[in-house]
């Protein structure tokens, strides 16, 4: 596989592989090769060693994220602590619809 310079440009080309893309290198001619993670089925390899590479460097910190397997604090809308959500509160419905309203 060369690992030349590439763009993903088409709908057909739309299945790729993560680390190629990462380093800017060709992606393989044969696309039905390609697998994505068995975890989080989000992200696409080539190879084991793109994958393993990926793995190490990238992918170990957000797998458990895209899998929803794991939730970061304050990472999901509270409307209780949402400035939005409080001024909408605070301003009411009639007024929020007012299309002279600045807020």
Same mark, same amino acid.
């Given at each position: 596989?060369? $690992?030349?310079?590439?763009? +993903? ?7 790729? /592989?993560? %680390? ?10 044969? #696309?039905? *090769? +390609? ?10 390899? /080539?190879? *084991? ?7 190490? *460097?990238? $992918? ?5 994220? @895209?899998?929803?397997?794991?939730? @970061?604090?304050?990472? #999901? $809308?509270?409307?209780? %602590? /949402?400035?939005? /959500? *409080? ?5 009411? =419905?009639?007024?929020?619809? %007012? =299309?002279?309203? =600045?807020?």
């Amino acid at each position: 596989m060369s $690992h030349e310079s590439s763009k +993903i440009s088409s709908p057909e080309n739309a299945k790729f /592989c993560a %680390n190629c893309f990462n380093y800017s290198w060709d992606q393989p001619d044969d #696309r039905s *090769k +390609i697998q994505q993670c068995g975890k989080c089925k989000f992200i696409n390899y /080539c190879s *084991k060693e793109c994958q393993q590479e990926h793995w190490e *460097k990238v $992918h170990k910190h957000h797998c458990k994220y @895209l899998a929803e397997q794991k939730v @970061l604090p304050q990472s #999901r $809308h509270d409307p209780a %602590n /949402c400035t939005g /959500c *409080k001024e909408q509160v605070e301003t009411g =419905p009639v007024e929020m619809a %007012n =299309p002279d309203n =600045p807020v």
